[in-house]
């Protein structure tokens, strides 16, 4: 089968699905297509257009670090994740462990020889076109199926058109972050939980969010941490992108005065702490993240602290000096969507359901997380041409948990883009074990995350039959 110029069929076999983007998520989806007998076009930009971050024009370039983070597939959720994309044939796993270079217990790659392999593999498949042209506005009405991968750096005239369909103010703007925690790590022999003024809100009970007081030392002595400590520093390209309007850096909060705080996110009004029947000098809110309540955000603390900084200074907060965390916050020129208000559960816009978007656009972070949401667009898209169905992949599983979060689970207002972690996979059935002695203990630490790596990798196994994967293509020869 050929494609015409505009990518459609010229014989009686499926029609192809456009992917606009060859970044990690934009391949994986293309390698999902052709793998289940489904043509693709491929579209990148680059060389045509460059950007302010790639250096070169290959498929799948690894902008920032080299490193796919922790393989450990036992107590590491995105060692989880690389576990459950081997298992689907995942192109960027295949590549990345091809060309694995020593970095202890992470899966560190070489970057070129990685983007090689990817390139070389996706041009080598009889079913892949690859056309190297920028898609400059909305798609042509006549590609009837569009995978949209862009990434964190999707060019502006593409972002308007997207901009325009869902309804959503700017897409670009420097994205402040602000820690995720985990809620079993808050210590509540100090934190309590109190909405402001007991207010019970839509769904709430009056006692939504966690509660951190500080004293007027206490208090002091953080705003100095913040106002010293080591701050990321803007790149060149970056400068002229404002903050994105309402996520005003803690630390920048910090600089206007000494009590900006206290009248802004650290306000003690409303709030009183049952342990003393007192008002605190100032209190940090901490407001439940997603629906099984194990993640918590810490409410206005975006920052561009260094993460090192961030553990540090944030762990002096008096309920948080043994907080582990899910994400840290950060601060860095971003593109993505409000993916659980405009998406559907299947990546589809529900605007206009012929797009779907993959990769970080959706609102995941991180290498390993946009190919797997690349790999279930792509499944997505073959199935639906094939007109075949698609079990969604299990919630307990790494990859159904990324796709759960952002197409629903998520709060959609404020939704930010997220790490794969434990706190989005559901806890286990069975919170405790049998020691021993007979007596119950409680499942924690170390031991909770096995056992809920466990039940993710068996229950992808008990899933994998019904995705079509289970054929897997070779890489291309070196």
């Given at each position: ?52 971050a790639h250096q070169t024009e290959g498929l799948a370039e690894l902008v920032c670090s080299n490193s796919f983070r922790s393989d450990d597939a ?98 670009a703007f420097f994205d402040a972050i602000a820690p995720i925690v985990h809620a079993e790590s808050i210590d509540f022999d100090i934190a309590w ?36 400590g080591e701050k990321i520093a803007f790149k060149e390209w970056e400068a002229s992108t404002p903050y994105f309007s309402g996520c005003m850096p ?229």
């Amino acid at each position: 089968m050929t494609n015409g110029p505009s990518g459609q069929s010229t014989s009686d076999g499926p029609a192809p699905v456009h992917v606009i983007g060859g970044g990690l998520a934009g391949s994986e989806a293309s390698w999902a297509l052709a793998r289940l007998g489904v043509p693709v076009v491929l579209h990148e930009m680059r060389p045509v257009r460059g950007t302010d971050a790639h250096q070169t024009e290959g498929l799948a370039e690894l902008v920032c670090s080299n490193s796919f983070r922790s393989d450990d597939a036992e107590a590491n959720a995105v060692g989880v994740l690389h576990a459950e994309l081997r298992r689907c044939g995942s192109l960027i796993m295949a590549a990345g462990d091809q060309h694995q270079v020593p970095a202890g217990g992470a899966l560190a790659v070489d970057r070129v020889e990685f983007s090689n392999t990817v390139q070389r593999t996706l041009e080598a498949h009889p079913l892949i076109t690859i056309q190297r042209e920028e898609v400059a506005g909305a798609p042509p009405a006549d590609w009837d199926s569009v995978i949209v991968a862009t990434g964190p750096l999707t060019s502006t005239p593409l972002a308007e058109a997207i901009r325009e369909r869902t309804g959503e103010d700017a897409l670009a703007f420097f994205d402040a972050i602000a820690p995720i925690v985990h809620a079993e790590s808050i210590d509540f022999d100090i934190a309590w939980l109190q909405s402001r003024y007991d207010k019970v809100g839509p769904g709430g009970t009056g006692k939504d969010y966690v509660n951190c007081p500080m004293t007027e030392a206490e208090y002091a002595a953080f705003v100095d941490a913040l106002l010293e400590g080591e701050k990321i520093a803007f790149k060149e390209w970056e400068a002229s992108t404002p903050y994105f309007s309402g996520c005003m850096p803690v630390e920048v909060m910090a600089e206007r005065g000494r009590e900006t705080l206290r009248f802004g996110p650290m306000k003690p009004v409303g709030l009183t702490n049952p342990k003393t029947g007192r008002a605190a000098h100032a209190v940090v809110q901490l407001r439940q993240d997603n629906a099984s309540a194990t993640l918590f955000n810490m409410v206005g603390f975006q920052t561009k602290l260094r993460h090192g900084e961030q553990a540090r200074v944030f762990r002096t907060i008096p309920g948080l000096q043994n907080a582990e965390f899910a994400r840290l916050g950060g601060l860095h020129r971003n593109t993505f969507i409000n993916s659980p208000k405009v998406l559907d559960g299947a990546l589809r816009m529900k605007a206009d359901p012929r797009l779907r978007f993959a990769g970080q656009i959706t609102g995941v972070e991180g290498y390993v997380e946009s190919a797997a949401i690349g790999l279930i667009a792509g499944l997505f898209a073959a199935c639906e041409r094939l007109d075949r169905a698609l079990p969604i992949p299990p919630r307990t599983s790494a990859l159904g948990s990324l796709l759960a979060h952002i197409t629903g689970e998520a709060e959609v207002d404020t939704f930010q883009p997220m790490n794969i972690n434990f706190g989005l996979l559901p806890p286990p059935e069975q919170n405790f074990v049998i020691t021993e002695n007979g007596k119950k203990k409680k499942l924690k630490g170390i031991e909770r995350k096995k056992v809920m790596a466990g039940r993710a990798l068996a229950d992808l196994d008990s899933w994998l039959p019904s995705s079509g994967l289970a054929q897997t293509l070779p890489l291309a020869a070196e």
